[in-house]
């Protein structure tokens, strides 16, 4: 005889009041337990995954120090004002937090000068302005992520720097001057440049569509992209010439990789010394709450828009 069955044939009059009431508690207990369990069910089911990142070494230039990375204690992490994977909380977080594992000292590099060219290309503002706007952007990068830093300053001593600041040495113009006329007059690291610079302006979406676009406004672009290439080496250059060899870059930018695997023994002198460590990152899934869950659409759009200027 079964459960239902016994219980549907039970003589309730035989038991006492206080023994129905002692009986009553404890079923509506165990309802309570089950209706809980039910909806924790369909609550979980129903959650949105959030992202957390986490991020590993994809490659090293020149590959022949991969093995040996370890024995550099020092590194720069150049910070790519209007790219995602710095607009990102949770992917600047993996790349600190790999830096703060594999290094004593990082010297972050706030591109701030150098994204006026970014603003020039993407939104059409000139001089002045421009650089204004991109100064700005650099302050409230730092304003807004110095916590994260700080969050890994037990085993990293973080350090800032703007390109404002080192465009005013003496060197950054010799090295943009020599950089210049390397592409002017060698036709395998200009083509190598000139790849680069219209594999960024095919992203740009304001860009895409050339009919829109006049002839004269397309070649600017090309220029001022250009120049931003020439000035990142530039200030590259004048980092290694300081001491700082290792440069941390989440993702691929394959002229730099190229410099310093040795592919273009012209380049100013300090550049055939730098070392390139491109990171990977990879998304994790964690579950959250509903409220956390928009925030992780978002933050999925937002990883499949075109990105700013990617040098």
């Known amino acids: 005889m079964d459960e239902e069955t016994i219980i549907e044939n039970f003589d309730w009059n035989h038991l006492s ?12 207990k165990a309802i309570d337990i089950k209706r809980r ?3 924790l069910t369909k609550y979980t089911a129903n959650i949105p995954q959030i992202y957390g990142y986490k991020a590993s070494m994809a490659n090293v230039f020149p590959g022949r120090l991969r093995s040996s990375i370890s024995e ?6 150049g910070i790519s004002l209007g790219s995602n994977n710095f607009a990102d909380n949770k992917r600047l ?4 937090k790999w830096i703060s594992e594999n290094f004593q000292t990082c010297l972050v590099l ?5 994204y006026r060219l970014t603003i020039e290309v993407r939104d059409g503002l000139k001089g002045d302005e421009a650089r204004y706007q991109a100064i700005c952007t650099g302050e409230k990068f730092i304003n807004e992520n110095l916590f994260l830093f700080e969050k890994y300053s037990g085993s990293c001593r973080f ?3 703007k ?5 005013k040495q003496l060197e950054f113009e010799i090295y943009y001057e020599e950089i210049q006329y390397l592409y002017q007059q060698n036709q395998s690291f200009q083509k190598s440049v000139n790849s680069f610079v219209q594999a960024y302006l095919n992203r740009v979406k304001q860009i895409k569509d050339q009919d829109k676009q006049k002839k004269e406004s397309l070649q600017e672009k090309k220029y001022l992209s250009t120049n931003y290439f020439f000035e990142e080496s530039a200030l590259n250059a004048c980092l290694v010439k300081a001491g700082w060899l290792v440069f941390v870059y989440p993702g691929s930018i394959k002229t730099f990789e190229e410099i310093s695997e040795g592919l ?3 380049v100013p002198e300090p550049l055939k010394q730098m070392i390139w460590v491109s990171l990977r990152l990879k998304r994790n899934a964690k579950a959250g709450n509903a409220k956390v869950g928009e925030e992780s659409k978002k933050n999925h759009d937002l990883e499949n828009k075109p990105e700013g200027m990617n040098f």
Request: proline share 2%; with cysteine.
């Open 163 to 167: 390109t404002s600041q080192i465009e």
């Open 17 to 28: 009041l206080e023994r129905l009431k002692l009986l009553r508690s404890r079923i509506n």
């Open 37 to 39: 369990d039910l909806y």
């Open 93 to 96: 977080e993996a790349c600190i």
């Open 110 to 114: 706030v591109c701030d000068s150098i």
């Open 159 to 161: 350090e800032f720097k």
């Open 264 to 266: 273009h023994p012209e």
């Open 72 to 77: 550099y204690q020092n590194c720069v992490f």
